[in-house]
């Protein structure tokens, strides 16, 4: 079977306790983009209905960005197909590995080597001891740390951290992956080298979900596009169609 993923009737609500403070409430509700619904037994308890009736499939090919003002729902749909987050209703069925790559410095030890952080990294992105090793001088190589590799982290410029978590997240081969905004590729001189293998790496994806504000990253990546208004599917299809449909929102 090929791969696919496809969501249907997904719900979710998250809880908001002693809510009564109009501050707390007023957060969730600007994080989630959600509507706010009241516990008619517990005074104390709101919830906010952070997604809302959400149904669609991706299969073998598809790339989707979800578009969406802040608080729209974006970020939160992601966490749902990751697993963090649990839904109220409905169902997810997936045929293939997800992997999330919301931050590709997440699990960097600045104590640790760069070579330890190969390792360390690796294994928080999903990547088996065996896909490190041999992978391991393939990143080296690619990051362009030469000696550094055996310093600690602590003593990299920021560009030098960057063309280390850049290797190795694109050493990743990932069935379905998820995405909250691009994958930078540091300095200028680095990101020149870097465009083809990050073309190629996505090229290598078998589906693509990613949040981002970036309509031209929309168009360079996506054969279709998902628009989100408070946790529910405005419109959801061909990507210059959706991509009208959020301007024309924002204009009127």
Same mark, same amino acid.
């Given at each position: ?5 496809? /969501? ?7 809880? +908001? ?7 707390? #409430?007023?957060? =969730? ?26 149904? =669609? ?9 979800? #578009? ?11 966490? +749902? ?24 410095? +997440? ?13 360390? +990294? ?19 190589? =690619? ?20 063309? /280390? ?35 190629? =790496? ?5 589906? /693509? ?11 360079? /990546? ?31």
């Amino acid at each position: 079977m090929n791969t696919f993923i496809e /969501l249907k009737k997904i719900n979710l609500d998250i809880p +908001v306790y002693d809510a009564r403070r109009s501050f707390r #409430i007023s957060t =969730f509700q600007y994080l989630t983009g959600g509507q706010i619904m009241q516990n008619k037994t517990n005074n104390k308890l709101t919830s906010i209905r952070a997604l809302d009736n959400i149904s =669609f499939r991706l299969e073998k090919g598809d790339r989707l960005g979800l #578009i969406g003002h802040n608080g729209s729902g974006k970020t939160t749909l992601l966490r +749902v197909l990751a697993g963090t987050y649990k839904p109220l209703a409905g169902t997810i069925q997936c045929k293939g590995k997800i992997t999330p790559l919301f931050n590709i410095a +997440v699990g960097m030890d600045l104590d640790d080597t760069g070579e330890e952080n190969i390792a360390t +990294v690796g294994m928080y992105l999903g990547m088996t001891k065996k896909e490190i090793e041999d992978r391991k001088e393939e990143i080296i190589e =690619f990051s362009e740390l030469g000696d550094f590799i055996n310093l600690p982290v602590r003593t990299y410029s920021a560009g030098m951290q960057v063309r /280390l978590s850049f290797a190795i997240a694109t050493a990743l081969k990932p069935e379905i992956l998820l995405l909250d905004e691009g994958i930078g590729a540091g300095d200028a001189q680095f990101a020149e080298k870097a465009k083809a293998r990050l073309e190629e =790496f996505y090229r290598g994806l078998d589906i /693509l979900v990613i949040a981002t504000h970036s309509d031209a990253l929309i168009r360079q /990546l996506c054969n279709k596009a998902l628009l989100l208004e408070h946790g529910k599917i405005k419109t959801y299809g061909a990507v210059d169609a959706v991509l009208e449909a959020y301007h024309a929102g924002i204009v009127q």
